[in-house]
């Protein structure tokens, strides 16, 4: 099959099954057009669309694999002199990997949302939309061309609006929606300059042949200024990925983004959205060489990310918030390896995070279900004799993502410490200390929850001293629904409503439709990372498609220390990481299992850094004072100048007065006496006279 091109009939059914399914669920399962369909069209129309997807990317990475290729365009949008805006479709290994990745990651998704939204008054509004979002990324994974991308780009930024604002009858919900959607445009502000300035000196939207002249671009300079032409670009680019992949300080959308349904938790933050930074940098690996400025800029970037990040996960009570700060925290490693050059690596902690995290997500849905749609984990404990499948399935995700050898997350977080070890650039120094810090930071959070949540005293059904985090949906959303939980806070007051379980009421194990997608994704969780680290890092699986400098040896010293799966798990056991990653495994244990008066203490003693991380370092406090408050204090000065003094008093009460005044002057000539026009006539033609006097011919 070397050398064949794909179909590209069957690679446009990708994207176009989830859309179709989009279609039918959105517009005949809505009001929109009359509630058509039931809920059981819904579902099984947006399923199937994504069944459908899965099973072709599936088939389209074995052809790739086996030599198969496609780059070429399938619509053209329009032509502006030599530039065509087109949508076309780059399949290779990077964009097959991702869509296999997506698609699963989605299905499993939809599958478990059939038991989650049971009972949400918008289940088809729901299913229309994470459909939607499936074919939006696989729009922007496919692309061959920066406008393709730019859509994508815009198009999941967009959805997720929708799907954070899901429960639009909530307050917090709008905020975290528009906070979401603001913060992305900041992003996405460098993002179109870095394509713009691409575009305006290579000519072209698409890669190839921008790649192709990276060597002339790489030797120009910004005018104006000493900068050089591609950093510029790639710092631009990055910027994007900054607040796409939530880099600090662009990562404050995505703690609050927890709003929205459990469901589309896992699918934007695991394997979609935030992923999206990291998949365009590693696309973009020939330009971003040429430039170890933008790389010392990512890894510094990375590196903060990765380690404060993982800190605010320490104090969180909320079982979503936890695992979103991992997120965070999982998105700066993936961005230290880029930083690195080791975009190979970036990509494999993409794909095995995808797994792990998606499961630590709708595992936490699970227990939120079972908990009656409580959410505090201090209300929690003892559910693993309640919940088995659920408890084993998130002890496999925790595993995997604190690095157990064997375990996916051990392959791709190991590799990227190594890389890191092997950089030489600007800022590699605090890179290497963030990542080992991350290690012993994340293992002691994760497992922080996962103890009080399955293990140790039962603190559920009876009165808690803790307040229930503020994680509700509408209350016609009752049920099966998760964290979908009464929003009316006075009518919580007036009725002294009580979420959890009741006094004498024990967890029960979720329905099948949610533990199936549990035990799916547990399986990769565990296996992927053994099976793909040959051929995906140390291989050929990449070749020709990222491309690394020979100044940059990350890649190849790694691939050198490299003797086998096995091998390097062994290894493992020995190294720096692993023992980190247990002391951080006992330390939680000490903590909240043995001696929970050890918080406490600490809660006491550095009551001033608590408070710090409480107020997530008070990003959100400066970002409403500097740049919200200054946006308010310009708009105010706008209004009150521009507007009420520059515009209406000026231009427009200004010209009538103008106006006004000239009238009051010709009313006073404008008597209507035939004498007065006649003078008036003679004064002008003396006039006249006067002035063309000196052009008169002398006789």
């Known amino acids: 099959m070397a050398g064949q091109l794909l179909n590209p009939n069957l690679l446009l059914a990708v994207p176009l099954a989830p859309l179709a399914g989009a279609a039918i669920a959105g517009l005949l399962g809505t009001q929109f057009l009359g509630n058509l369909v039931g809920r059981k069209t819904s579902h099984t129309a947006t399923i199937l669309g994504v069944l459908i997807a899965f099973i072709l990317s599936v088939q389209t990475l074995l052809a790739v694999m086996d030599g198969a290729t496609f780059n ?4 053209n949008w329009m032509t502006i002199g030599s530039l065509k805006m087109e949508v076309g479709f780059q399949i290779d290994s990077l964009s097959a990997m991702m869509m296999c990745v997506v698609t699963f990651v989605s299905l499993m998704v939809h599958i478990y949302t059939i038991g989650y939204m049971k009972d949400d008054e918008g289940y088809n509004r729901f299913f229309a939309y994470i459909s939607l979002f499936t074919f939006s990324m696989l729009m922007l994974v496919m692309a061959n061309n920066f406008l393709q991308l730019f859509f994508g780009w815009e198009a999941v930024g ?112 695991a394997a979609t959205m935030v992923t999206a930074g990291i998949f365009m940098v590693s696309r973009m690996s020939p330009l971003f060489e040429l430039s170890d400025t933008a790389l010392s800029f990512i890894l510094v970037i990375g590196s903060i990310t990765a380690l404060f990040m993982g800190f605010l996960g320490i104090i969180q009570n909320d079982i979503k918030r936890v695992v979103a700060y991992s997120t965070l925290s999982q998105l700066g490693y993936m961005t230290v390896a880029l930083g690195s050059s080791a975009y190979s690596v970036a990509v494999f902690h993409l794909m095995t995070h995808a797994f792990f995290k998606a499961l630590l997500f709708l595992g936490a849905g699970s227990v939120i279900i079972g908990m009656h749609h409580d959410q505090d984990i201090r209300n929690m404990g003892g559910l693993r004799k309640y919940m088995p499948i659920t408890w084993i399935t998130s002890l496999v995700g925790s595993l995997a993502l604190i690095g157990t050898p064997l375990f996916s997350g051990f392959y791709s977080k190991d590799s990227i410490i190594e890389a890191v070890e092997a950089t030489h650039i600007w800022g590699a ?87 199936f997608p549990l035990v799916m994704l547990a399986i990769p969780s565990l296996l992927i990372g053994y099976l793909t680290i040959g051929p995906m890092l140390h291989g050929d699986f990449f070749k020709g498609v990222i491309f690394v400098g020979e100044n940059h040896p990350a890649m190849e010293e790694l691939s050198h220390e490299f003797h086998g799966a096995m091998a390097m798990a062994l290894h493992g056991l020995s190294t720096a990481p692993f023992w980190l990653a247990l002391s951080g495994v006992v330390a939680a244990y000490y903590c909240y299992m043995v001696n929970p008066r050890v918080p406490a203490w600490f809660f ?39 507007d009420k003094k520059l515009i209406d008093g000026f231009v427009v009460n200004g010209s009538a007065k103008v106006v006004a005044w000239l009238s009051s002057l010709s009313r006073v000539l404008q008597t209507g006496y035939i004498y007065h026009y006649a003078f008036v006539m003679i004064l002008g033609v003396l006039g006249f006279l006067i002035y063309f006097l000196p052009f008169w011919p002398a006789k």
């Open 72 to 75: 070429g365009t399938i619509y």
């Open 429 to 515: 120094g605090f890179a290497q200390f963030a990542v080992l810090a991350g290690v012993f930071v994340t293992a002691f959070y994760s497992f922080r929850m996962y103890f009080l949540v399955f293990h140790g005293k039962e603190r559920f059904g009876q009165v808690h001293a803790h307040g229930h985090d503020d994680h509700h949906a509408p209350k016609a959303a009752h049920g099966a629904n998760g964290d979908a939980h009464d929003d009316h806070h006075e009518e919580e007051e007036d009725d002294h409503a009580h979420h959890g379980l009741e006094p004498g009421q024990k967890p029960h194990e979720s329905p099948f439709v949610v533990w």
């Open 158 to 269: 967009l959805v997720s609006y929708l799907l954070i604002g899901f429960w639009y009858q909530r307050p917090t919900a709008i905020v975290a929606n528009m906070k979401a959607f603001l913060v992305n445009r900041v992003g996405d502000f460098g993002f179109i300059l870095g394509i713009g300035l691409l575009l305006a000196y290579g000519q072209s939207l698409d890669y190839q042949e921008i790649f192709a002249k990276k060597e002339a671009l790489s030797v120009l300079t910004l005018p104006g200024t000493d900068w050089a032409l591609l950093t510029v670009a790639c710092i631009c680019l990055f910027i994007g990925a900054m607040g796409k992949s939530a880099q600090f300080p662009l990562h404050v959308w995505l703690p609050d983004s927890m709003e929205g349904p459990t469901p589309i938790s896992a699918l934007i933050h």
């Open 604 to 642: 006491a003693k550095f009551h001033a850094i608590h408070t710090l991380l409480d107020n997530k370092y008070y990003l959100d406090k400066f970002n409403e004072v500097v740049f919200a408050g200054g946006a308010r204090l310009l708009g105010n000065g706008l209004w009150n100048f521009g």
